[in-house]
Nanobody
Framework: EVQLQAFGGGLVQPGGSLRLSCAAS????????MYWVRQAPGKRREFVSS????????RYANGVKDRFTISRDNTKNTLYLQMNSLNPDDTAVYYC??????????????WGQGTLVTVSS
């Protein structure tokens, strides 16, 4: 059974940083692309970033490019999202997802429980 658990969220002041982690189990993590998406209160879920299995193809939403960095450690079955220069618009529940293939182009086939990030002074 695929299990994805995101953690590392919390309350941070504007301009601050957080690192989210996503612990994966139940599948060959190193063989699949991964995603981060987020859902702000009252808004639709939106794409944040994606990474392929070998970390050679990385993509970001325009609003987070140059502030967020996605990475993965295939030896630890863990996906990361380093978030810097956070602002209140980044407040959302963040979810990690699994691609059905090595690339991360199409829809995810599994999602984990999210972690809440609140950016506020």
């Amino acid at each position: 059974e695929v299990q994805l658990q995101a953690f590392g969220g919390g309350l941070v002041q504007p301009g601050g940083s957080l690192r989210l982690s996503c612990a994966a189990s139940g599948f060959a993590f190193s063989s699949f692309g991964m995603y981060w998406v987020r859902q702000a209160p009252g808004k639709r879920r939106e794409f944040v970033s994606s990474i392929n299995s070998g970390s050679t193809d990385i993509r970001y939403a325009n609003g987070v490019k140059d502030r967020f960095t996605i990475s993965r450690d295939n030896t630890k079955n863990t996906l990361y999202l380093q978030m810097n220069s956070l602002n209140p618009d980044d407040t959302a529940v963040y979810y990690c997802g699994k691609s059905p293939e090595r690339n991360a182009y199409g829809p995810a086939d599994s999602w984990g429980q999210g972690t809440l990030v609140t950016v506020s002074s």
